[in-house]
């Protein structure tokens, strides 16, 4: 029985386990072995930004480690580190993609909520502030986090791992 071949991170090129050692970019990538390349030449271009997804998806997991991840991951995006690591985190730790899109979508419509009712007070204390000369307030900006281009990142990488775990199910 032949093991599976796996496919170069960078290129896509099938590495057969038996006729080629998998290359990788850093000390680091060969222990964790999760982004094999074809070629040294390929390993020196590999960028862990845009090659992020793994050679192979990790199974999807379940029970308590699924909820203490995804309770972990609910609470990293909601004291707003940025959306795209924390949903990468989370994919690569097995949550799947449909409960990701959920929660961050949960979490981006409570995070609206909570905006809107701080921009609407301090509107207010600007105005009393500005009638009773008690000093000026300006609008703070949202939280980094939110700011729709790393939304719109977030929800690009999964769509990116949809299409991964489709070609992985086709073959």
């Known amino acids: 029985m032949s093991e599976p071949s796996t496919i170069c991170v960078v290129c896509g090129t099938e590495i057969h386990p038996f006729r080629d050692a998998p290359h990788y970019a850093n000390a680091y990538e060969k222990v964790r072995k999760k982004s094999p390349c074809c070629s040294a030449t390929c390993a020196a271009e590999f960028n862990p930004d845009q090659h992020w997804l793994p050679a192979e998806l990790p199974p999807t997991l379940e029970g308590k480690a699924h909820d203490r991840l995804l309770v972990r991951t609910r609470n990293r995006l909601i004291v707003g580190e940025p959306p795209r690591a924390v949903i990468r985190d989370a994919l690569l730790g097995g949550i799947p993609s449909s409960i990701l899109r959920l929660h961050l ?6 995070r609206e909520q909570h905006v809107e009712k ?8 600007g105005i009393l502030s500005f009638l009773f000369g008690r000093g000026h307030a300006a609008l703070e ?6 700011d729709p281009r790393r939304l719109a990142e977030a929800h690009a990488d999964l769509e990116s791992w949809d299409r991964a775990a489709a070609r992985a199910r086709n073959q």
Not at 105 to 110: S, W
Not at 118 to 125: D, F, G, L, N, V
Not at 141 to 146: A, K, L, P, Y
């Open 105 to 110: 979508a949960e979490i981006v419509a409570a």
């Open 118 to 125: 701080q921009e609407t007070q301090q509107i207010k204390r």
């Open 141 to 146: 900006s949202t939280d980094e986090g939110f």
